[in-house]
T-cell receptor, first 115, second 118 residues
Framework: AQSVTQPDIHITVSEGASLELRCNYS??????LFWYVQSPGQGLQLLLK??????LVQGIKGFEAEFKRSQSSFNLRKPSVHWSDAAEYFC?????????????FGDGTTLTVKP | DAGITQSPRHKVTETGTPVTLRCHQT?????MYWYRQDPGHGLRLIHY???????DKGEVSDGYSVSRSKTEDFLLTLESATSSQTSVYFC?????????????????FGEGSRLTVL
C-alpha cells in the first residue's frame, strides 16, 4: 500500500527566507506525486504535480519540487517566502495502476511566516 | 476555479440521526471522491465514484454510504451519525488518471462541509 510521510508538523520561517518542506513516500513503482496547499477554511488547491520526465517541477506561486527516486522524496521548495504563503501543505501520492485520483495524503505541514 | 459546490457547509446534529452531504459539480468530470479531514490525520478517503452508479470504498468507509445517480451529484450519507464522525468533509473531483490520454489525475476540491455530531 502507498503511504506518505511529512516529517515536519509545523515550520516557522521569516518572510523572505527560503523554505523546504519534506515529503517521503512509499510506493512500489514510480508514483504520481502532488503538493496541495490549504488556506484556513478553504479546500485544497494543487501547487504542482509530478508524473514523469524532468524531476524538477515548477508550480504556481513560485514553488518547485524535486522528485528523488533514490530517496523516495518529493520535497517542496520556495526561494523567498511571502506572508501570504502561511497555510497548511499536503503531499500526496497516487498509484499509477489505478485512478490517480485515489491519492493518499500525508498529515500535512503547517507553515507560519514571521514578519 | 472548478465548479464544485458542497452543501450544507455547516451542520450540527445529534448522535443517531441520519445525515446526507451533497457534492455538485459543473465540470462533467468522471471521478468524484469524499474525503474527511481530521487534525493529525491529513485527508482520508471515504468513498469514491468512477461513474454514474459506480462507487467503491476508500480506507475509512465504515458507517458511510454513497450514491451517484447523475454525473454531477455525489451524495455521502451517514445512516446513524456518531461523535467519531465529527469532521470536515471534502468532496473532490478528477478528470481521470495521470496518463495523458485520460487526464491529469489532479484533484479539485470543494470548500468543505463541517459536521458536528453531539
Amino acid at each position: 500500500a502507498q503511504s506518505v510521510t511529512q516529517p515536519d508538523i509545523h515550520i516557522t520561517v521569516s518572510e523572505g527566507a527560503s523554505l523546504e518542506l519534506r515529503c517521503n513516500y512509499s510506493y512500489g513503482a514510480t508514483p504520481y506525486l502532488f503538493w496541495y496547499v490549504q488556506s484556513p477554511g478553504q479546500g485544497l488547491q494543487l501547487l504542482l504535480k509530478y508524473f514523469s520526465g524532468d524531476t524538477l517541477v515548477q508550480g504556481i506561486k513560485g514553488f518547485e519540487a524535486e522528485f528523488k527516486r533514490s530517496q523516495s522524496s518529493f520535497n517542496l521548495r520556495k526561494p523567498s517566502v511571502h506572508w501570504s504563503d502561511a497555510a497548511e501543505y499536503f503531499c500526496a501520492v497516487g498509484a499509477r495502476d489505478t485512478n490517480a485520483g485515489k491519492s493518499t495524503f500525508g498529515d500535512g505541514t503547517t507553515l507560519t511566516v514571521k514578519p | 476555479d472548478a465548479g464544485i459546490t458542497q452543501s450544507p457547509r455547516h451542520k450540527v446534529t445529534e448522535t443517531g440521526t441520519p445525515v446526507t452531504l451533497r457534492c455538485h459539480q459543473t465540470e462533467n468530470h468522471r471521478y468524484m471522491y469524499w474525503y474527511r479531514q481530521d487534525p493529525g490525520h491529513g485527508l482520508r478517503l471515504i468513498h469514491y465514484s468512477y461513474g454514474v452508479k459506480d462507487t467503491d470504498k476508500g480506507e475509512v468507509s465504515d458507517g458511510y454510504s454513497v450514491s451517484r445517480s447523475k454525473t454531477e451529484d455525489f451524495l455521502l450519507t451517514l445512516e446513524s451519525a456518531t461523535s467519531s464522525q465529527t469532521s470536515v468533509y471534502f468532496c473532490a473531483i478528477s478528470d481521470g488518471t495521470g496518463s495523458s490520454a485520460q487526464g491529469t489525475g489532479e484533484l479539485f476540491f470543494g470548500e468543505g462541509s463541517r459536521l458536528t455530531v453531539l
